[in-house]
């Protein structure tokens, strides 16, 4: 998710899914999903083509710079109106929206776009299991459990702190879930996210600045990192808005289970990353483990 919006799985966007439409609305509502999962990894694979020049910190920049740019044009933030009890969560946000993604590109560089990102579905995973006593939520983390194990499994090639990055980056996604409920309840609209896509955007800037001084990027290199913010970030929010209001929100999240896999497959086509059978082995397993849990809660 590495969407910047305040997107994600079905735990964290049911309780803001109105009543969905049917039809050619419906049908509409689900080539978005597709185009929407799509935009948002081959946005990522594009960053990743920037990190020779700009480095993951510097494509991070500029994605939040984006993010900023759109969200606070679509949601409008009152700043002034914000009171003490408002602020905090947004000012949490902001730190664990910023901390997500880098944590996410500097694991992307390091162990590939598919583990990357499978690792950091887990976060979202942890929440939709969270507090369940059904035997099948057991079963599903257990099956997650298992490829995650043989995702982090030694090897003389393994990259440790990559996966820790990943694992970091999932962390701080399931913060993002929780307190994105937080800052809803209390801000109206997506006020409070953008306010924090606006913070986190100022608190990056050192950062751009310290990557022009230490090397001057080149026009590709930021093209690249700009078209990373606005499909991995823009078009995902504004698609999520769209999406919502058309499928069920259980439809939603299976369907973003399904993001591990289109990384996997956009890191092998754009940037030539190949995995192994036991790696989409592995990969498979989280994503029928969130599935799974989500099919059965429809029931």
Same mark, same amino acid.
């Given at each position: 998710?590495?969407?910047?919006?305040?997107?994600?799985?079905?735990?964290?966007?049911?309780?803001?899914?109105?009543?969905?439409?049917?039809?050619?609305?419906?049908?509409?509502?689900?080539?978005?999903?597709?185009?929407?999962?799509?935009?948002?990894?081959?946005?990522?694979?594009?960053?990743?083509?920037?990190?020779?020049?700009?480095?993951?910190?510097?494509?991070?920049?500029?994605?939040?710079?984006?993010?900023?740019?759109?969200?606070?044009?679509?949601?409008?933030?009152?700043?002034?109106?914000?009171?003490?009890?408002?602020?905090?969560?947004?000012?949490?946000?902001?730190?664990?929206?910023?901390?997500?993604?880098?944590?996410?590109?500097?694991?992307?560089?390091?162990?590939?776009?598919?583990?990357? *990102? $499978? &690792?950091?579905?887990?976060? %979202?995973? #942890?929440?939709? !299991?969270?507090?369940?006593?059904?035997?099948?939520? /057991?079963? +599903?983390?257990?099956?997650?459990?298992?490829?995650? *194990? $043989? &995702?982090?499994?030694?090897? %003389?090639? #393994?990259?440790? !702190?990559?996966?820790?990055?990943?694992?970091?980056? /999932?962390? +701080?996604?399931?913060?993002?879930?929780?307190?994105?409920? $937080?800052?809803?309840?209390?801000? %109206?609209? #997506?006020?409070?996210?953008?306010?924090?896509?606006?913070?986190?955007?100022?608190?990056?800037?050192?950062?751009?600045?310290?990557?022009?001084?230490?090397?001057?990027?080149?026009?590709?290199?930021?093209?690249?990192?700009?078209?990373?913010?606005?499909?991995?970030?823009?078009?995902?929010?504004?698609?999520?808005?769209?999406?919502?209001?058309?499928?069920?929100?259980?439809?939603?999240?299976?369907?973003?289970?399904?993001?591990?896999?289109?990384?996997?497959?956009?890191?092998?086509?754009?940037?030539?990353?190949?995995?192994?059978?036991?790696?989409?082995?592995?990969?498979?397993?989280?994503?029928?483990?969130?599935?799974?849990?989500?099919?059965?809660?429809?029931?």
């Amino acid at each position: 998710m590495d969407t910047a919006a305040a997107s994600a799985p079905a735990s964290g966007t049911a309780h803001a899914s109105p009543a969905p439409e049917s039809g050619g609305a419906r049908l509409a509502g689900v080539l978005t999903m597709v185009g929407c999962g799509v935009s948002n990894q081959v946005g990522a694979a594009l960053g990743s083509l920037a990190f020779p020049v700009l480095g993951p910190a510097g494509v991070v920049a500029i994605r939040q710079y984006v993010a900023a740019i759109v969200l606070v044009a679509v949601a409008r933030p009152r700043l002034r109106s914000f009171t003490a009890r408002q602020w905090w969560p947004v000012v949490l946000l902001a730190l664990v929206f910023g901390t997500m993604n880098l944590s996410l590109y500097t694991a992307i560089d390091r162990i590939g776009l598919g583990l990357a *990102v $499978t &690792l950091e579905f887990l976060g %979202p995973l #942890a929440i939709a !299991l969270a507090g369940s006593r059904r035997r099948v939520d /057991a079963c +599903c983390a257990l099956i997650a459990g298992l490829g995650v *194990v $043989t &995702l982090m499994r030694p090897q %003389p090639s #393994a990259d440790y !702190l990559g996966m820790g990055l990943g694992l970091l980056a /999932a962390g +701080c996604w399931a913060s993002y879930i929780l307190l994105n409920r $937080t800052v809803g309840r209390r801000i %109206p609209g #997506a006020q409070g996210s953008a306010a924090a896509a606006g913070l986190s955007a100022l608190a990056f800037l050192p950062v751009g600045t310290a990557v022009v001084v230490r090397q001057p990027p080149t026009a590709g290199a930021v093209g690249y990192a700009i078209a990373a913010g606005i499909l991995a970030s823009a078009v995902p929010y504004l698609a999520d808005v769209f999406t919502l209001r058309r499928v069920p929100a259980q439809v939603f999240g299976l369907f973003m289970s399904v993001n591990p896999v289109l990384a996997a497959l956009a890191g092998w086509i754009m940037l030539g990353q190949d995995l192994g059978w036991i790696e989409w082995a592995a990969i498979g397993a989280v994503v029928a483990a969130n599935a799974l849990s989500i099919l059965v809660a429809r029931r």
